[in-house]
């Protein structure tokens, strides 16, 4: 009980996953009353269980896995995520529900199943159980089946996929249970219910007995179609029109026509389901005979018949696998085509029908080579042979289009053979009835309908009733209406028959058509209480088709007869009689009477009551005709007065404006309005009639009879203007109907006029043709004169790139038809008129003939020259016959075959051919797209670019004639993109993506290539990648999201979460479709009272119509009306806001180009591309007229939107920022423009817009600059002035709105020009960025800047050689001397022109520096002068401060100052955000970033932007900052924070401290405020230096500060105010602490390189050069303490560098020795405190011999023999000689040569190496060197003089050199007395400065080794030393030496070896004393070891 008391306490959750079952069985039971109560289906409540209902169904108790499947129903049922679990939950319903004994559990676990397909989960679902039933339990298999059973029963097939069932279905047949195969044939039973006999083939092969049972079954079924009882929950109103249905049935069957009806809407609704797509397709390729094509070809019949028969049994399989048939087809073809034995082509035709039903429509490709010979065969009349060709065309028909065969067709409808036309006839009725009246293409029945009327009249009975039939069935598929206008000419009793039998057609699938006779006939019987407007287009199935009167009921027929009405006004012609009456009818009496009057003015008032008349009368009442005619009345057109005749024309133009007029009135008036078109006067007025006939009459009649008269006249101007007329009268009207034909042959005419305003005339009229018609317009003059042809050619040149104008008038008559509802048709028309006319015109020659079986067996020859030469003779062909017909016979199957050819360059040939053919078929192209044009898209997968390139080339050229929907239309262009090639997939998916937005609708077919698109989007290559993702949008302009995201939703899960992603970014970048044709809109009729105004139309988008020349005429009131209105509409759109925020655009942008997503903003010259990319990603951003401007091809329009740029400029500035990056972008296109205005233009818009940008505080991202800078950089070198100027403008901008650090790359980049100017501009600019912000602007590259641009001081150009000099003589300036390190090596005469520079500028008068504004310049252009800092001319001067001690800075003043130091009160900021506790790097040195670029939440970001705002010209913004970083320094432990950022603010601080000048000349700001600045930067730094991040201070920035702290302290206009002095005292204090807190590397080199400024500005004297010695002396008394962290390398190259500059000559020529003096005492302080060995810290010194320096440390050091120079070198020689002393075979040599050393050098310290060596040879080694000292000290003695010996020795100190060997100089030369006391002090000073304590006296024989050799200083003056105090001993202990050695002598050695020295030595030496002497030496050599 304890347990359960626990457990019942938990919430309802825990206790289901309880361990007890009890708890769960209880969890379960309150879940299941809770979730019906959650009333929120998206509650967070469910989340709880989300991961708990597997568990709920596997519960392993079975009492509680039945409540838990309960209330997993339940759970289902009513949560929102329950779709997340479907796969888990019926997994585990399949394997732990379904084997369960108990039924209830199986029942909860077959609605639980139901319920997820329920709630869209059906794919999940069916996958899981065709899983089960592969499991060994047959309980489990059984309930699977079951499931899907009822899942089928309930849903349907639309939900439950059927293809899987029904393969799996044969295989549950052949189990062993009986209760599967019952249940298997229950689902056989189900599956027949809703597709009928597609389930019979899969079942063929199952046991008879089963099939036998199953047939018995079907035939029980009822033969109504099921319905689906369930539906989704996206189906509820399906749902409740299931529910009203069943309610009306159980209400009694009253309405049981109305059922019927409805149950034919869900027959339809009923997929029809394919058997083909549940059969499994066979490779039969393979199993074909080896000898197939070998029999098929041999002589004799029999082998022939036996290798069809072999081929007959294969094609008999009901799906064939795909494969490369060509070769198969064409053996089939010439069977067909050419085999005598009729028996052998029967069968031929019946293998090619049952291939190509087996291939479906895979066989399209060979069905255009297969039809034509199918249709010549039909003049065999054996009806076993016309049978089997009936099937062969029928199968092939099916895997094609009709469209793409009809040029097949219609070649041979015309052949003589009755057979052919009949059986032609029968197939075109055959392939219309399965059609439909969307996939007959309308286009085709005017050409069929011509050929079919023809064999309607023939003489043969056949021919005529099967083209009955064919004009019959078409009439059924598209309507009467349709058929009726091709029938105007036709019989009464022949249409009347045609009719007939359309009636008698009945279509596929038992439907009537558009406009079914049956179904017309219903309605016309018993109409329905309202009469429809028109039949409607597809009549219910169900209603059975009745005999009556054939298609089109009564609304249709009104609506043709209403548009027959409308199109043309018959009218007969009026005598004169009757019109003069009908117009006394309405007219005024006085007028009629007047209108012949004599006299002028009685006619002109007669005609104003006219003209007022006739705009006052009813068009219905208006007699247009007689009023007409009535002008014609005496004088009728032959008026003299130009006013009289003005109002005639004026009369017309009104009455065929606003009347019925018909082309009788027209022709009555036509010819004198022609007449008139050339009258100065009234012309204007005659052309606007004859646009008003024309809008009444139609465009086309009315040119041809205006034209056809205009020359019969002799006048050539009348000739002229009509032509003019024409040429705006199509601009108006449009294209549509005008005869071509006859147009083309009188412009021919005009063309060899004589006049040439003919013949220009003519010429233009071309022109405006072109646009409409393209380039086949020039073929039909090929044959002119060159001179004239250069002319055509000329005005299309200028029309290229033009769109043709949208219409803005139309004709009456077509509105009308359109009132009647034939907009499809209409458009139609449209589209087929005018430039489709063209084509049919042109004459094309049949190359079939000269395409010979020889030349096809050529091109695949096995040899690659014979394959060539048949590939030229083909290309000769083409190019003799220049337009051909489409009958190639064979040779498109054998270019097919060249296209994969091994050798390239006949690939290339074959896709040059391929052009060739494309340009000379022109659109009858498409009959070949699926033969040969698909294989094209395979050559896109070779890997060499040429092929690809020439392949995209001709793809383009066969697209240009065929249209893109026909190469989408299959399933060949997705089984292209599924090959996994690289090149062929982003190759493809370019040309989609280009192809795709110029459609309007895209077949459906399209959304086969979804899967492979997909696919792409994670392939391996980036390049495939990238371009699926731009092809995404395209897609979905025509697919729509939600298929897209369906089709996505089968991925697997971690592709699918990634392709989401993508489509959602592709929603966004989705293009618009293309707008439909512009249509001529007729201009309404206001004046008409019956007549409805038409509804508003919205204009189509099409670039603006040309201006019409003058000439013209003035407009009518309704067009003029109509322009007005859409120019207002225009103006009303740009009044809106140029640019549309979007949120994160730019940085989406930005991604997507990091990401590789889009192309980088990269290139020499904009292509394409580029430009179209810019394009798309500007249209969401950019209002839709700006963008038309911006891209558009005229460049006045460039400049028009720029000027809106700029007016907008102010007001949208926000908007402008968040596009700046396209708009810069486009900017830089402009760049690449040739055309001055545009580029002033856009000059003048950057120069505002930085500066909009600059007063924004807007700093431009590394995206923005890169994208933009490289391309300004072109234009710093262009020729103009004026440009180049401009550019120097913006560049100087620039450098406010984006670092000039990062802008100095872009520049050297810009020296690498070939352009002089650039390279020229570029340094000059690089120059003054580094006069404005030092060196610090190079950034880390600053070394090889400099190289790069000292090479241009040898450039040829002048201004580029002073450029470059005059940049590095400002680099000069900022770093001193280091500058000729960091440029390299120059030629000698280039370093001279550059020495002679630089003094030059030394020389010249020192400029004060301009104060820089806001951080930057507004000019980053100065001279030369202005760059060098020039402290030591100060303005005035100040007076001179008295020293208070030599060299002494007076730490006095400091200490004195320290606690009157007023810092200034720090603003308190919140600066938690900043103080985060955060990951500190390591302090380095880093180039300063001068810019705060985006702001990111990082704490470096933060200090950037604080420190950037330190910079900020206003005053309160900088204390601000500084206040932050003060509080930040003062804060323990946030100072961490400043770590990499010293430089960064020293920088700023110091561009502060330079701003003092113009600080204190602006009388705008109170003194105080600017000495408060300046208090706090003060203040702030003296907080920096008591942090340890003041040591990162790099030494230019400590040179620069220090120049300026002190530079401010002598400032006379600070010392002049009361607030100066306090200031004065914290710089002197900061100077103090900066001494000691600086890195002194770095501290010391500053000071090193301001003192050799100071020196070299000779300015030694003055208060700065003062101030900075004392710096120097005060840091040398730092040096003890500091000596350690010194870097001596780097100082002592510094110290260098200031000799070499500036020898001693040169310093004894300066007015004050003191800079001489400082640099010898800090030398001195150095070697005092480093000793000797600070000679080995000439590293960096590169020839060190001839360096003064070196030669003065060896003069402080006493080392003159260079010891410390050669141990290094020595070090190598040692290692070298105690190698082969260790080694056993040259260890003799070893010593020897170490005895040679050890003489050369005998002062070298070996003891290091002894110790190595083992204790034998170190023995021996020691016993060798102790010989060779022996003989050297013996060597040494002898050689002294006697003289010496014979002296007594004295412990005084020893008599100089001279005094030995000279005595009778000796009383000369003063003797200095030295006491014992004093010889020890001078020791101990030695050895405190060696570092020795040890007192023994082998200290004195070291210090003496040390001495250099008498002979030295022997030629000095004698002075008291150590060191001679130490010579002195020695010469004792030698001497003592030499005596113990002769008396040993002389005991031993005979007495012939005596000599002189042997003489025994003076009383007064000192006793020898071997052991003291030993010991004495040993410590000798320690000393000397040490020292070493």
Not at 73 to 90: K, Q, W
Not at 1569 to 1584: A, H, K, N, P, Q
Request: glycine fraction near 6%.
């Amino acid at each position: 009980m304890g347990d359960e008391s626990e457990w019942m306490k938990l919430p309802a959750d825990q206790k289901c996953e309880h361990k007890i079952w009890k708890a769960r069985l209880h969890g379960y039971e309150e879940v299941l009353k809770i979730f019906p109560k959650i009333c929120d289906e998206k509650s967070p409540e469910w989340g709880k269980y989300l991961g708990l209902i597997k568990k709920f169904v596997t519960d392993s108790n079975a009492v509680a896995q039945l409540k838990g499947l309960e209330a997993a129903l339940a759970y289902i049922e009513n949560a929102h995520v329950a779709s997340r679990t479907a796969g888990e939950v019926v997994s585990g319903v399949v394997s732990k529900v379904f084997n369960q004994p108990k039924a209830r559990a199986k029942e909860l676990g077959v609605e639980i199943c139901l319920m997820y397909i329920e709630i869209e989960k059906a794919d999940a679902v069916q996958e899981e159980l065709l899983k089960g039933l592969d499991n060994k339990n047959p309980k489990i298999t059984l309930a699977c089946v079951e499931t899907i059973r009822k899942s089928l029963s309930e849903f349907g097939p639309k939900i439950v996929t059927l293809k899987p069932v029904v393969k799996v279905l044969p295989k549950l047949f052949e189990s062993r249970e009986k209760a599967i195969r019952d249940e298997a044939k229950l689902l056989a039973i189900e599956l027949y219910r809703w597709i009928r006999d597609a389930v019979r083939p899969a079942l063929q092969n199952i046991n008879s007995v089963q099939l036998k049972e199953l047939e018995e079954e079907w035939t029980k079924l009822p033969a109504s179609a099921p319905k689906q009882s369930r539906f989704l929950r996206s189906q509820q109103d399906l749902k409740a029109k299931h529910e009203q249905q069943q309610l009306k049935e159980a209400a009694g069957g009253d309405e049981a026509d109305g059922a019927g009806g409805g149950g034919g809407d869900d027959d339809d609704d009923t997929p029809v389901v394919d058997p083909y797509e549940h059969m499994e397709a066979v490779e039969i390729l393979s199993k074909l005979p080896k000898d197939f094509y070998d029999k098929i070809e041999a002589k004799k019949w029999q082998e022939r018949k036996e290798a069809l028969d072999a081929l007959e049994a294969l094609v008999k399989n009901p799906k064939i696998e795909s494969g490369d048939f060509g070769e198969l087809v064409r053996a089939l073809n010439k069977v067909v085509g050419k085999d005598s034995n009729v028996m052998l082509v029967t069968l031929a035709a019946k293998c090619t029908a049952g291939l190509a039903s087996g291939l479906r429509t895979k066989f399209g490709t060979y069905a255009g080579h297969v039809v034509p010979t199918i249709l010549e065969k039909f003049k065999e009349k054996k009806p076993q042979v016309v049978q089997a060709l009936q099937e062969a065309i029928d199968a092939a028909f099916l895997s094609t289009t009709l469209q793409n065969l009809s040029e097949s067709v219609l070649s041979v409808m015309d052949n003589k053979n009755p057979s052919i036309k009949q059986q032609v006839s029968l197939f075109l009725a055959r392939s219309f009835r399965r059609c439909t009246a969307a996939t007959l293409p309308k286009s085709l029945l005017k050409p069929f309908c011509a050929a079919l009327l023809k064999h309607v009249n023939d003489s043969a009975p056949e021919v005529r009733d099967a083209a009955f039939e064919a004009l019959g069935t078409a009439m059924k598929v598209l309507g009467e209406r349709a058929i009726t206008p091709f029938l105007a000419d036709l019989e009464k009793l022949k249409a009347d028959r045609i009719k007939e039998c359309a009636d008698k057609v009945e279509l596929a699938g038992g439907k009537t058509g558009g406009g079914g006779g049956g179904a017309a006939a219903a309605v016309k019987e018993k109409p329905p209480p309202k009469a429809p407007a028109a039949a409607p287009k597809k009549a219910p199935a169900a209603a059975p088709a009745k005999k009556g009167k054939p298609a089109a009921g009564g609304g249709a027929k009104k609506s043709v007869s209403k548009k027959a009405e409308a199109k043309e006004t018959v009218e007969t012609e009026l005598s004169p009689e009757v019109c003069e009456e009908k117009a006394a009818a309405v007219l005024p009496a006085s007028c009629l009477q007047m209108l012949d009057s004599a006299n002028w003015k009685e006619r002109l008032s007669s005609m104003e009551e006219f003209h007022k008349a006739v705009e006052r009368m009813e068009p219905s009442e208006m007699p247009c005709q007689a009023l007409v005619r009535m002008l014609a009345k005496k004088p009728g057109w032959k008026e003299t007065n130009f006013q009289v005749m003005g109002l005639k024309l004026q009369v017309v133009a009104t009455v065929a404006q606003r009347g019925s007029f018909s082309k009788t009135s027209a022709l009555a008036v036509l010819e004198a309005l022609v007449e008139k078109v050339s009258d100065a006067k009234c012309g204007a007025k005659a052309k606007d009639a004859m646009s008003n006939i024309a809008e009444a009459c139609s465009l086309p009649w009315t040119a041809e009879q205006a034209v056809s008269m205009a020359f019969v006249q002799k006048n050539p101007k009348i000739q002229a203007e009509t032509l003019s007329w024409l040429s705006n009268a199509i601009k108006e009207f449009g294209f549509a109907g005008i005869n071509v034909k006859s147009f083309i042959n009188n412009v021919k005419t005009a063309l060899g006029a004589s006049n040439p305003a003919v013949r220009t005339a003519a010429v233009s009229l071309l022109g405006v043709m072109f646009l409409y018609m393209g380039a086949a317009l020039r073929m039909f003059f090929e044959d002119e004169k060159a001179a004239l042809l250069s002319q055509i050619d000329s005005e299309f040149e200028k029309m290229k790139g033009q769109s043709a104008p949208a219409p803005i008038r139309g004709s009456k008559t077509s509105a009308g038809g359109s009132a009647g509802g034939g907009l499809e048709e209409e458009e139609e028309g449209e589209q087929e008129g005018g430039a489709g006319d063209v084509v049919d015109l042109i004459p094309r020659t049949d190359i079939s003939d000269k395409i010979t079986s020889e030349m096809v067996s050529k091109i695949g020859d096995k040899n690659w020259k014979i394959r060539k030469e048949g590939l030229d003779e083909v290309a000769a062909v083409i190019s003799e016959a220049k337009f051909i017909k489409p009958n190639l016979g064979d040779l498109p199957l054998a270019l097919k075959g060249r296209l994969s050819d091994s050798n390239k360059i006949l690939v290339m040939q074959s896709l040059t051919i391929l052009q060739q053919i494309a340009k000379a078929m022109g659109p009858a192209l498409k009959q070949h797209i699926k033969s040969v044009g698909i294989t094209i898209i395979t050559v896109l997968a070779d890997s060499k670019n040429t092929v690809r390139a020439s392949a995209l080339t001709t793809l383009n050229a066969w697209v240009e004639q065929t249209g893109v929907k026909e190469w989408l239309e299959g399933e060949e262009l997705a089984e292209e993109l599924k090959r996994e090639n690289p090149f062929l997939r982003q190759e493809l998916l370019g040309w989609l993506a280009e192809k795709l937005p110029t459609l309007r609708s895209a077949p459906s077919d399209l959304a086969l290539l979804l899967p492979h698109l997909y696919t792409c989007l994670e392939d391996r290559n980036a390049d495939v990648r990238r371009k699926a993702q731009e092809a995404l949008p395209t897609f979905m302009m025509h697919l729509g999201f939600d298929k897209m995201n369906k089709a996505a939703g089968k991925l697997k899960p971690a592709s699918k979460d990634q392709v989401l992603g993508m489509l959602e970014k592709a929603r966004t970048l989705m293009p618009a479709k293309p707008a439909a044709p512009a249509k001529a809109a007729p201009a309404p009729k206001p004046a008409s009272g019956s007549s409805k105004p038409p509804p508003p139309q919205v204009e189509p988008e099409a670039p603006e119509p040309k201006k019409v020349k003058s000439g013209s005429g003035d407009k009518t009131k309704n067009v003029a009306g109509k322009k007005a209105a859409g120019k207002a509409a225009v103006e009303e759109d740009k009044s809106g806001p140029l640019y549309i925020l979007v949120p994160n655009g730019k940085e989406q942008r930005i991604k997507d180009e990091k990401a590789l997503k889009v192309l980088k903003w990269n290139f020499l010259a904009p292509r394409d591309e580029y430009i179209e990319q810019l394009k798309v990603q500007m249209t969401p951003c950019v209002a839709k007229w700006l963008l038309e401007e911006l891209f558009h091809s005229d460049f006045q329009r460039h400049i028009k939107a720029i000027g809106a740029m700029i007016e907008r400029l102010k007001e949208e500035q926000e908007a402008t920022v968040s596009c700046l990056d396209l708009i810069l972008k486009w900017f830089t296109l402009r760049f690449f423009d040739t055309n001055t205005s545009v580029l002033m233009k856009a000059m003048e818009y950057l120069k505002l817009l930085f500066t909009a940008l600059s007063n924004m505080d807007y700093h431009l991202s590394d995206h923005e600059a890169t994208g933009f800078i490289p391309y300004l950089m072109l234009k710093v070198g262009e020729p103009k002035d004026v440009v180049r100027k401009d550019v120097r403008a913006i560049m100087g901008m620039l450098c406010k709105v984006y670092p000039s650090s990062k802008l100095f790359p872009f520049l050297m980049d810009g020296t690498k020009s070939k352009n002089s100017k650039q390279r020229a501009e570029c340094l000059e600019e690089l120059g003054s960025l580094i006069s404005s912000f030092g060196m610090n602007v190079c950034g880390q590259a600053g070394n090889k800047s400099l190289k790069d641009i000292a090479v241009h001081i040898g450039d040829r150009d002048t201004s580029v050689r002073n450029a470059a000099l005059n940049a590095v003589v400002t680099a000069y300036n900022a770093c001193g001397e280091q500058v000729y390190k960091l440029i390299g090596n120059l030629s000698e005469k280039d370093m001279s022109m550059l020495e002679e520079r630089i003094k030059r500028s030394s020389k010249a008068p020192p400029v004060a520096k301009p104060a820089v504004e806001k951080g930057r310049r507004t000019s980053i252009r100065r001279p030369v002068q202005e760059e060098a800092p020039k402290p030591s001319v100060p303005e005035p001067q100040p007076p001179p401060l008295a020293p208070i001690g030599e060299f002494q800075l007076d730490p006095a003043q400091f200490e004195d100052d320290l606690g009157e130091v007023a810092l200034p009160d720090l603003v308190q900021h919140n600066l938690n955000d900043l103080l985060e506790p955060i990951q500190v790097p390591e302090p380095k040195l880093r180039p300063l970033p001068t810019h705060y670029e985006d702001p990111q939440s990082s704490t470096d970001s933060t200090v950037n932007f604080v420190i950037t705002q330190v910079a900020s010209t206003d005053l309160n913004t900088s204390i601000q900052a500084l206040s932050q970083l003060d509080e930040v320094l003062r804060r323990e432990g946030k100072v961490e924070v400043m770590a990499g950022h010293v430089d960064q603010f020293l920088i700023v601080v110091l561009m502060q401290l330079r701003r003092l000048s113009s600080h204190m000349a602006d009388e705008q700001k109170p003194r105080h405020d600017v000495f408060r600045l300046y208090s706090c930067i003060l203040g702030t730094m003296l907080s920096l230096m008591a942090v340890e991040p003041v040591r990162e201070a790099s030494m230019t920035v400590l040179k620069d500060l220090t120049h300026a702290l002190i530079s401010l302290m002598l400032d006379p206009r600070v010392n002049k105010e009361d607030e100066g002095t306090p200031l004065i005292r914290s710089v002197h204090l900061l100077l103090g602490h900066l001494l000691q807190k600086a890195d002194p590397t770095n501290m010391l080199s500053a000071l090193i390189a301001e003192l050799k400024e100071v020196i070299g500005a000779n300015s030694g004297s003055s208060d700065f050069a003062d101030m900075v010695m004392k710096c120097h002396w005060r840091l040398i008394k730092f040096l003890p303490e500091k000596i350690d962290q010194i870097k001596l390398d780097r100082i002592l190259l510094d110290i260098h560098n200031v000799m070499k500059a500036f020898p001693r000559s040169k310093l004894s020529q300066l007015k004050s020795d003191m800079p001489q003096r400082t640099i010898k005492t800090l030398l001195h302080s150095l070697c005092r405190l480093v000793g000797p060995r600070i000679l080995d810290h000439m590293t960096l010194i590169e020839n060190k011999k001839e360096s003064e320096l070196e030669t003065y440390l060896k003069k402080v050091t006493n080392d003159k023999d260079g010891t410390h120079l050669k141990k290094g070198k020595s070090n190598e020689v040692l290692d070298e000689i105690f190698k082969k002393i260790v080694s056993t075979e040259n260890s003799k040599e070893g010593l020897n040569k170490l005895l040679l050393y050890k003489k050369k050098y005998p002062n070298t310290d070996l003891s290091g190496y002894l110790k190595k060596l083992p204790a034998s040879l170190q023995g021996l080694v020691e016993r060798v060197l102790k010989s060779l000292n022996t003989d050297q000290e013996e060597k040494c003695q002898s050689q002294r003089p006697t003289s010496v010996s014979t002296q007594p020795t004295t412990v005084g100190p020893p008599k100089p050199l001279q005094a030995v060997t000279n005595p009778s100089t000796s009383a000369s030369l003063p003797t200095p007395a030295y006491s014992i006391a004093d010889a020890r002090q001078r020791l101990q000073i030695m050895k405190r400065r060696y570092g020795k304590e040890d007192t023994t006296p082998a200290d004195v024989k070291s210090a003496e080794e040390e001495r250099p050799p008498l002979q030295a200083l022997a030629s000095k003056p004698a002075v008291s030393s150590s060191m001679e105090l130490l010579q002195s001993k020695l010469s004792q202990l030698q001497e003592a030496r030499q005596q113990s050695r002769r008396e040993a002598t002389t005991t031993t050695s005979p007495p012939t070896l005596t000599s002189a020295t042997d003489a025994p030595a003076p009383t007064s030496t000192a006793p020898p004393n071997r052991p003291n002497l030993s010991d004495l030496k040993m410590r000798l050599e320690r000393i000397k070891a040490n020292k070493i």
